[in-house]
């Protein structure tokens, strides 16, 4: 087997524990944003024509979409913590026109749409982005684009390939970088060559979208209620024009309609239950950098970044200069737990720290200020999907696996259509009326996603080479994404 950059060139231990000496465990994000005044309790029983489930952004842009398609409705938004805090205000922020998590992945499942998906994932950031000017979000929203990096030699012509097939295709938003180019755009030595994505990508401040989104909701007439846990979806003695009681601990909202927005949180459907599991992925966040500093690594046109590797980084800079760094490790806890005490995981945030000076040694002294982690949705096919229950009254979009933060409004599109009972281009889409396989049950998810973890690392040690496993698993259109 052979090593990988960041194996053969590596730090020193002592460069590693001053950067993250007194780093803060929490998400930069959060901290980055004006306090909220938050949204009250539901505190007694309401009447709504439509109830969202979820504070995050798939909740959020459901319940923006629906009083624009309606106004004189009546929404009302069910948080069981607070507006964000979860997946919405942790992530990244890569906000990417991909609905499929990726080329490779769309044309494998669904080749004969995969050409009108991408499109429509276009239209979706384009309608993004417009909404951020016609609503005046101060999300940070940069459309800079994106650089796929080659890191290790049998990756250069991956990314060479690629971009051939989007000139041949007539996309002019594509191009080809060498090892003297990237380094221009990105100065690392540890860069052979990229693909600049010039349309299909944008960054947002994670934070800032949730709140942004929610203040925008309340201007149109939703009604947000925080620290209001849904506990039950109660349709015993209701008909399908009375709707759902959907119930908290102490009250409930009777919706003619409802949607789930829920996550990576366990499913208020069971059918559901194994339809997604919980992966957790980890970040570190720098102190923001100096001028000398950014001179030194370049990065003038703000691209987001990531690696070709299967066990890949994500990197992009936020609006003060810090470098977010995350990504590599992807862990799985038995049983599918969600607990707090897995995001304080030492060994991953000192291998994510190693590879951050590997990557940039000119960056030597640079502190981290925050680290932290949270679970990812994770679905079988790596991407989003949608469905209809109890008599098509409730509708739910989960499983977006890590590259979500563009896809919910899609999704939100997609539920709204489905609760109106329309047949738009967007239902009617393979993707849209599939479900993917479940992920089975304990103890063999446990020992599946080790098995492909384990694959999936020795696959970047053999040049990309899949092994028996991993060619299985794509056999049976099953998987797991790091």
Same mark, same amino acid.
């Given at each position: 087997?052979?090593?990988?950059?960041?194996?053969? $060139? @590596?730090?020193?231990?002592?460069?590693?524990?001053?950067?993250? +000496?007194?780093?803060?465990?929490?998400?930069?994000?959060?901290?980055?944003?004006?306090?909220?005044?938050?949204? &009250?309790?539901?505190?007694?029983?309401?009447?709504?024509? %439509?109830?969202?489930?979820?504070?995050? !952004?798939?909740?959020?842009?459901?319940?923006? %979409?629906?009083? +624009?398609? *309606?106004?004189?409705?009546?929404?009302?938004? =069910?948080?069981?913590?607070?507006?964000?805090? #979860?997946?919405?205000?942790?992530?990244?922020?890569?906000?990417?026109?991909?609905?499929?998590?990726?080329?490779?992945?769309?044309?494998?499942?669904?080749?004969?749409?995969?050409?009108?998906?991408?499109?429509?994932?276009?239209?979706?950031?384009?309608?993004?982005?417009?909404?951020?000017?016609d609503l005046g979000l101060d999300i940070d929203f940069e459309r800079n684009g994106s650089l796929d990096l080659a890191v290790e030699e049998h990756q250069?012509?991956?990314?060479?390939?690629?971009?051939? /097939?989007?000139?041949?295709?007539?996309?002019?938003?594509?191009?080809?970088?060498?090892?003297?180019?990237?380094?221009? +755009?990105?100065?690392?030595?540890? !860069?052979?060559?990229?693909?600049? *994505?010039?349309?299909?990508?944008?960054?947002?401040?994670?934070?800032?979208?949730?709140?942004?989104?929610?203040?925008? #909701?309340? /201007?149109?007439?939703?009604?947000?209620?925080?620290?209001?846990?849904?506990?039950? %979806?109660?349709?015993?003695? =209701?008909?399908?024009?009375?709707?759902?009681? $959907?119930?908290?601990?102490?009250?409930?909202?009777?919706?003619?309609?409802?949607?789930?927005?829920?996550?990576?949180? &366990?499913?208020?459907?069971? @059918? *559901?239950? %194994? +339809?997604?599991? &919980?992966?957790?992925?980890?970040?570190?966040?720098?102190?923001?950098?100096?001028?000398?500093?950014?001179?030194?690594?370049?990065?003038?046109?703000?691209?987001?970044?990531?690696?070709?590797?299967?066990?890949?980084?994500?990197?992009?800079?936020?609006?003060?200069?810090?470098?977010?760094?995350?990504? !590599?490790?992807?862990?799985?806890?038995?049983?599918?737990?969600?607990?707090?005490?897995?995001?304080?995981?030492?060994?991953?945030?000192?291998?994510?720290?190693?590879?951050?000076?590997?990557?940039?040694?000119? =960056?030597?002294?640079?502190?981290?200020?925050?680290?932290?982690?949270? &679970?990812?949705?994770?679905?079988?096919?790596?991407?989003?999907?949608?469905?209809?229950?109890?008599?098509?009254?409730? #509708? !739910?979009?989960?499983?977006?696996?890590?590259?979500?933060?563009?896809?919910?409004?899609?999704?939100?599109?997609?539920?709204?259509?489905?609760?109106?009972?329309?047949?738009?281009?967007?239902?009617?889409?393979?993707?849209?009326?599939?479900?993917?396989?479940?992920?089975?049950?304990?103890?063999?998810?446990?020992?599946?996603?080790?098995?492909?973890?384990?694959?999936?690392?020795?696959?970047?040690? *053999?040049?990309? @080479?899949?092994?028996?496993? =991993?060619?299985?698993?794509?056999?049976?259109?099953?998987?797991?994404?790091?």
């Open positions: 087997m052979e090593s990988t950059v960041f194996e053969r $060139v @590596r730090p020193k231990a002592s460069v590693v524990s001053h950067a993250l +000496q007194g780093t803060k465990l929490g998400a930069f994000w959060l901290d980055d944003i004006a306090p909220a005044q938050g949204y &009250p309790t539901l505190t007694a029983d309401l009447e709504a024509d %439509l109830v969202v489930v979820g504070g995050g !952004y798939c909740g959020l842009w459901t319940a923006i %979409l629906a009083k +624009q398609r *309606n106004p004189g409705s009546r929404v009302v938004l =069910l948080e069981a913590k607070t507006i964000g805090w #979860a997946a919405s205000g942790r992530n990244g922020g890569f906000c990417e026109a991909s609905l499929t998590h990726g080329d490779e992945n769309g044309k494998s499942r669904w080749p004969k749409e995969f050409d009108r998906m991408n499109e429509m994932g276009l239209e979706n950031l384009d309608a993004i982005e417009q909404t951020v000017a250069v012509e991956w990314l060479r390939e690629g971009a051939a /097939e989007a000139t041949a295709a007539g996309d002019t938003t594509v191009e080809f970088l060498d090892t003297e180019a990237t380094r221009a +755009q990105v100065n690392s030595p540890t !860069y052979l060559a990229a693909m600049w *994505n010039k349309r299909t990508s944008a960054l947002v401040h994670p934070a800032k979208l949730a709140a942004e989104l929610a203040r925008a #909701a309340t /201007e149109l007439g939703v009604e947000i209620f925080e620290h209001s846990p849904v506990v039950e %979806l109660d349709t015993a003695n =209701l008909t399908v024009a009375q709707g759902t009681a $959907v119930r908290t601990a102490t009250h409930r909202v009777l919706a003619t309609k409802t949607a789930l927005a829920t996550n990576v949180f &366990p499913s208020l459907l069971k @059918r *559901n239950k %194994l +339809q997604t599991v &919980p992966v957790y992925d980890y970040a570190l966040m720098t102190n923001p950098l100096s001028a000398e500093q950014m001179d030194a690594i370049g990065w003038q046109n703000r691209q987001g970044l990531g690696d070709m590797a299967n066990q890949f980084h994500y990197y992009r800079l936020s609006h003060d200069n810090r470098i977010l760094f995350g990504g !590599y490790d992807a862990i799985y806890h038995y049983g599918a737990r969600v607990r707090e005490e897995y995001e304080n995981r030492t060994e991953t945030y000192e291998t994510l720290a190693g590879h951050f000076f590997t990557t940039f040694p000119q =960056l030597e002294g640079l502190q981290f200020s925050h680290r932290w982690a949270g &679970p990812i949705d994770s679905s079988t096919r790596f991407c989003a999907f949608f469905g209809l229950a109890r008599g098509d009254r409730i #509708a !739910y979009a989960t499983g977006f696996t890590g590259l979500g933060v563009a896809a919910t409004r899609f999704a939100a599109e997609v539920m709204l259509d489905k609760l109106e009972g329309l047949k738009t281009e967007r239902t009617q889409l393979q993707m849209v009326r599939e479900r993917p396989l479940p992920f089975p049950p304990e103890p063999i998810a446990f020992m599946g996603v080790q098995a492909t973890r384990w694959s999936m690392d020795r696959a970047d040690h *053999n040049r990309g @080479r899949r092994n028996l496993i =991993l060619k299985t698993l794509d056999a049976l259109g099953l998987g797991f994404d790091s």
